[in-house]
């Protein structure tokens, strides 16, 4: 067995776990929303962000144990027919709440009409869900999530007014070997995941693929998932 | 049931073995409208539960430790009819594995829900799902009658009101299309969806067609390109182990097993195919380890398997064991007791006898079996009466299989690839020429009976007609051409001489019998219909 079976064992355990902490917080926090209060109190903002800490977690976890399937060649990779609007709802309700707790416009744009899209629900979710989170780590005032059909293929784009990626991340989208951004928290592994997750995803020879820029629509960063 | 609260009158079943999740999870569907939750723990308590009480909801973690786990629960309930086709199954799970996702659709539950679930997304999901299968209950409940034309009348005006569940009811009319032999609407409809993205379902379906038009160089083609652009499907391994199988590409076929079962290690029908495939190449350990891995995976699952059984047994046979063989066939018909898990058993222990050296007590059984397979009032399918039969030839049963054999050919007589199964039968045991006039004969005795009712007819001899393919019906129960036959001949008589109760339901009987053989044959739903016209009724297809 080499240490990253260990690493992928362990992420399971971990995520069970996880998983429980995520539904008592879940528990306490409906527990205080039925204590009404007016304003929201200590409790709430902090049981909130304990939450927030604790999807984050499992956001990882969920993207190392896929990283180390797809490359055991063992990832149930299943793309079926999504229906988009229903998926944007989905994705916003995840941040939704803390969102409103940190006082952000969540925006969503989607063009009339959108088809059924024909993708891995669980891993698009999973790489969209990340980055809202992120964004919502980041932003000022606003995110943004938009949805369209560009030359025949869906683009998902979060955009936040925030300050941005750093820079190592436009460049090639990975820490330097040093090490994780220990200011930023960033370790390029949503990154590594969206790109594997992108490119898992074919139609006719073209690949799917991630896009990453600065002063975006809302002036921060903006990231765009394109699925053929 | 309120629009406002879809949740509140439904009944819910959570089944859960993990009791800090399970009163988080009850929690939540309370608080997302639901009023009354039931609880389980383990899958015998669910199974209890479920056999009771008419649940709409089933949320259900895939792990349920020890016995059975949600997967096969689903399967236990909806065999046995414990949820109605409206029934929402939610399975729980910490991840998704190949194990999940690559049981065959009508198999899945509706919907996975990974952890952590969070109270919105569950509340999103359950309305969901309650509306999607509300909205394909028609179609489901048609299906499970095998109501065919009602249920692609149900597809249609769900497409054209432009329903959200297209997708899932093309799915459903594809299969509809398929199981009524309508290959070129199936086809164009699999065209369709793949010119808009490549679609695995469609794909495997498209080489099902090709298949049954009789082109398996493109099925083969399209299936191994499928398994390569979606080394997922496990569906396409499967159909292309079978084509492979059928193409007598025996080494191929098992290693494309071999790649399906390592990716999805724990299906029990996929170890099984292998084990059964490793023994076809002579391969018995191989065999015996896929069996019985198979049997233990399939330890608390209600869906009958006998191959894993049969198969052990045989290899204990051949291996000079026959007391351990005749305790897997003594485990076999403990475990499951259907008719034919008990008439397999029966001949393989045929095979056991032989291996012992019990000549008498061999063909003792072997008669039995012969005489059984062709009770007229519960006749064998063809399918497994001609299995008994290749068992009882290896075993040196020549006198009962060749009874078998010619039942099988008679019944079938237009069957090429059954009757060309049968002749393999013969020349395996080295009686390839004898074997070919027997069921030469056979055939000939189907075709000739019906020449002679058709020249009757012609030669406006009704009651000769009658006659003579009554007594064809007589000799061949189970023979589709020759009850069509009969059911025209009857129906004329009724159209030319009035109606008469008693042909009507000879009729009826007859008609109903091949429907039940071949239900893709058009003939059989175009006499039900002239049935319809003279007595009256509603025609059963509008």
Same mark, same amino acid.
């Given at each position: 067995?080499?240490?990253?079976?260990?690493?992928?064992?362990?992420?399971?355990?971990?995520?069970?776990?996880?998983?429980?902490?995520?539904?008592?917080?879940?528990?306490?926090?409906?527990?205080?929303?039925?204590?009404?209060?007016?304003?929201?109190?200590?409790?709430?903002?902090?049981?909130?962000?304990?939450?927030?800490?604790?999807?984050?977690?499992?956001?990882?976890?969920?993207?190392?144990?896929?990283?180390?399937?797809?490359?055991?060649?063992?990832?149930?990779?299943?793309?079926?027919?999504?229906?988009?609007?229903?998926?944007?709802?989905?994705?916003?309700?995840?941040?939704?709440?803390?969102?409103?707790?940190?006082?952000?416009?969540?925006?969503?744009?989607?063009?009339?009409?959108?088809?059924?899209?024909?993708?891995?629900?669980?891993?698009?979710?999973?790489?969209?869900?990340?980055?809202?989170?992120?964004?919502?780590?980041?932003?000022?005032?606003?995110?943004?999530?938009?949805?369209?059909?560009?030359?025949?293929?869906?683009?998902?784009?979060?955009?936040?007014?925030?300050?941005?990626?750093?820079?190592?991340?436009?460049?090639?989208?990975?820490?330097?070997?040093?090490?994780?951004?220990?200011?930023?928290?960033?370790?390029?592994?949503?990154?590594?995941?969206?790109?594997?997750?992108?490119?898992?995803?074919?139609?006719?020879?073209?690949?799917?693929?991630?896009?990453?820029?600065?002063?975006?629509?809302?002036?921060?960063?903006?990231?765009?998932?394109?699925?053929? | 049931?309120?629009?406002?609260?879809?949740?509140?009158?439904?009944?819910?079943?959570?089944?859960?073995?993990?009791?800090?999740?399970?009163?988080?999870?009850?929690?939540?569907?309370?608080? &997302?409208?639901?009023?009354?939750?039931?609880?389980?723990?383990?899958?015998?308590?669910?199974?209890?539960?479920?056999?009771?009480?008419?649940?709409?909801?089933?949320?259900?973690?895939?792990?349920?430790?020890?016995?059975?786990?949600?997967?096969?629960?689903?399967?236990?309930?909806?065999?046995?009819?414990?949820?109605?086709?409206?029934?929402?199954?939610?399975?729980?799970?910490?991840?998704?594995?190949?194990?999940?996702?690559?049981?065959?659709?009508?198999?899945?539950?509706?919907?996975?829900?990974?952890?952590?679930?969070?109270?919105?997304?569950?509340?999103?999901?359950?309305?969901?799902?309650?509306?999607?299968?509300?909205?394909?209950?028609?179609?489901?409940?048609?299906?499970? !009658?095998?109501?065919?034309?009602?249920?692609?009348?149900? &597809?249609?005006?769900?497409?054209?009101?432009?329903?959200?569940?297209?997708?899932?009811?093309?799915?459903?009319?594809?299969?509809?299309?398929?199981?009524?032999?309508?290959?070129?609407?199936?086809?164009?409809?699999?065209?369709?969806?793949?010119?808009?993205?490549?679609?695995?379902?469609?794909?495997?379906?498209?080489?099902?067609?090709?298949?049954?038009?009789?082109?398996?160089?493109?099925?083969?083609?399209?299936?191994?390109?499928?398994?390569?652009?979606?080394?997922?499907?496990?569906?396409?391994?499967? &159909?292309?182990?079978?084509?492979?199988?059928?193409?007598?590409?025996?080494?191929?076929?098992?290693?494309?097993?071999?790649?399906?079962?390592?990716?999805?290690?724990?299906?029990?029908?996929?170890?099984?195919?292998?084990?059964?495939?490793?023994?076809?190449?002579?391969?018995?350990?191989?065999?015996?380890?896929?069996?019985?891995?198979?049997?233990?995976?399939?330890?608390?699952?209600?869906?009958?398997?006998?191959?894993?059984?049969?198969?052990?047994?045989?290899?204990?046979?051949?291996?000079?064991?026959?007391?351990?063989?005749?305790?897997?066939?003594?485990?076999?018909?403990?475990?499951?007791?259907?008719?034919?898990?008990?008439?397999?058993?029966?001949?393989?222990?045929?095979?056991?006898?032989?291996?012992?050296?019990?000549?008498?007590?061999?063909?003792?059984?072997?008669?039995?079996?012969?005489?059984?397979?062709?009770?007229?009032?519960?006749?064998?399918?063809?399918?497994?009466?001609?299995?008994?039969?290749?068992?009882?030839?290896?075993?040196?049963?020549?006198?009962?299989?060749?009874?078998?054999?010619?039942?099988?050919?008679?019944?079938?007589?237009?069957?090429?690839?059954?009757?060309?199964?049968?002749?393999?039968?013969?020349?395996?045991?080295?009686?390839?020429?004898?074997?070919?006039?027997?069921?030469?004969?056979?055939?000939?005795?189907?075709?000739?009976?019906?020449?002679?009712?058709?020249?009757?007819?012609?030669?406006?001899?009704?009651?000769?007609?009658?006659?003579?393919?009554?007594?064809?019906?007589?000799?061949?129960?189970?023979?589709?051409?020759?009850?069509?036959?009969?059911?025209?001949?009857?129906?004329? &008589?009724?159209?030319?001489?009035?109606?008469?109760?008693?042909?009507?339901?000879?009729?009826?009987?007859?008609?109903?019998?091949?429907?039940?053989?071949?239900?893709?044959?058009?003939?059989? !739903?175009?006499?039900?219909?002239?049935?319809?016209?003279?007595?009256?009724?509603?025609?059963?297809?509008?």
């Amino acid at each position: 067995m080499n240490i990253s079976a260990f690493v992928a064992a362990a992420a399971h355990d971990m995520k069970n776990s996880v998983s429980v902490i995520a539904a008592y917080l879940e528990d306490a926090l409906a527990q205080l929303a039925q204590a009404e209060v007016a304003q929201p109190s200590q409790a709430v903002t902090s049981t909130s962000q304990a939450l927030y800490e604790t999807q984050r977690v499992n956001g990882n976890l969920v993207q190392l144990m896929a990283i180390f399937k797809l490359q055991e060649g063992m990832y149930p990779f299943q793309p079926t027919e999504v229906l988009l609007d229903e998926f944007a709802d989905e994705v916003l309700d995840r941040v939704r709440q803390l969102a409103r707790l940190k006082g952000l416009e969540l925006l969503c744009t989607a063009e009339d009409g959108l088809p059924g899209w024909f993708f891995d629900h669980d891993l698009v979710n999973s790489v969209v869900v990340q980055t809202l989170f992120n964004s919502v780590r980041y932003a000022r005032t606003k995110i943004q999530l938009s949805l369209r059909i560009r030359d025949g293929q869906l683009e998902i784009e979060v955009a936040d007014d925030g300050p941005g990626f750093p820079e190592f991340m436009l460049e090639q989208g990975f820490p330097s070997r040093q090490g994780i951004d220990v200011r930023t928290g960033s370790t390029g592994l949503g990154l590594f995941f969206a790109r594997m997750a992108a490119g898992l995803h074919q139609r006719g020879g073209t690949h799917g693929s991630t896009r990453l820029s600065n002063g975006g629509i809302l002036g921060g960063g903006a990231f765009v998932i394109v699925l053929p | 049931m309120s629009t406002i609260d879809p949740l509140r009158d439904r009944k819910f079943l959570l089944v859960e073995d993990f009791e800090a999740m399970r009163s988080v999870l009850k929690g939540l569907l309370l608080r &997302c409208g639901a009023q009354r939750v039931d609880v389980a723990t383990d899958g015998r308590e669910a199974a209890s539960l479920l056999r009771k009480g008419a649940y709409d909801i089933v949320m259900c973690d895939y792990n349920l430790g020890t016995g059975k786990n949600g997967q096969q629960l689903l399967e236990e309930s909806r065999m046995n009819g414990w949820i109605g086709p409206a029934a929402v199954w939610l399975m729980v799970t910490a991840e998704k594995t190949n194990d999940m996702v690559s049981v065959a659709a009508e198999d899945a539950p509706d919907d996975y829900l990974l952890k952590p679930i969070t109270e919105s997304l569950l509340q999103a999901r359950l309305f969901k799902l309650v509306e999607r299968k509300k909205s394909l209950a028609g179609i489901a409940a048609a299906m499970k !009658a095998r109501d065919w034309p009602a249920a692609l009348r149900l &597809c249609d005006e769900q497409l054209a009101s432009g329903t959200r569940n297209a997708a899932e009811v093309l799915r459903l009319q594809s299969q509809l299309y398929q199981q009524t032999g309508d290959w070129a609407r199936a086809r164009s409809l699999f065209e369709t969806v793949l010119q808009r993205a490549p679609v695995p379902w469609a794909r495997l379906g498209l080489a099902q067609v090709h298949l049954h038009q009789n082109d398996p160089a493109r099925a083969r083609t399209l299936l191994v390109e499928t398994v390569r652009d979606h080394p997922q499907y496990l569906e396409a391994y499967d &159909c292309l182990a079978s084509l492979l199988s059928a193409q007598g590409q025996h080494q191929q076929e098992f290693s494309v097993l071999e790649r399906a079962a390592t990716l999805s290690p724990n299906s029990a029908a996929r170890q099984s195919a292998l084990g059964t495939a490793a023994l076809r190449l002579g391969q018995a350990d191989a065999a015996a380890r896929a069996f019985t891995r198979s049997m233990k995976l399939a330890e608390h699952s209600a869906v009958e398997n006998v191959e894993p059984f049969l198969g052990l047994a045989r290899i204990h046979s051949e291996a000079g064991a026959p007391l351990e063989a005749q305790k897997v066939l003594a485990d076999l018909t403990r475990r499951h007791d259907s008719p034919k898990a008990q008439v397999l058993a029966k001949a393989e222990s045929v095979r056991a006898l032989h291996a012992a050296g019990d000549v008498a007590g061999a063909a003792r059984i072997a008669g039995e079996l012969a005489a059984l397979a062709q009770d007229d009032a519960h006749p064998l399918p063809s399918g497994i009466a001609m299995r008994i039969a290749e068992t009882l030839i290896e075993s040196q049963q020549v006198e009962g299989a060749t009874s078998l054999l010619q039942y099988v050919t008679r019944n079938n007589h237009d069957d090429e690839a059954l009757v060309k199964r049968a002749q393999q039968a013969f020349d395996k045991a080295g009686m390839g020429a004898a074997g070919s006039e027997v069921l030469s004969a056979a055939r000939r005795q189907a075709t000739d009976s019906m020449t002679e009712g058709v020249r009757l007819m012609a030669a406006g001899d009704l009651p000769g007609a009658l006659a003579s393919l009554r007594a064809a019906k007589a000799a061949m129960p189970q023979n589709p051409r020759v009850l069509l036959n009969f059911a025209a001949v009857v129906l004329t &008589c009724i159209e030319k001489q009035g109606r008469s109760p008693a042909l009507e339901s000879e009729a009826r009987a007859a008609i109903a019998a091949a429907r039940a053989r071949r239900p893709e044959d058009a003939r059989g !739903a175009e006499l039900l219909g002239r049935l319809a016209k003279v007595t009256g009724e509603a025609s059963p297809t509008t």
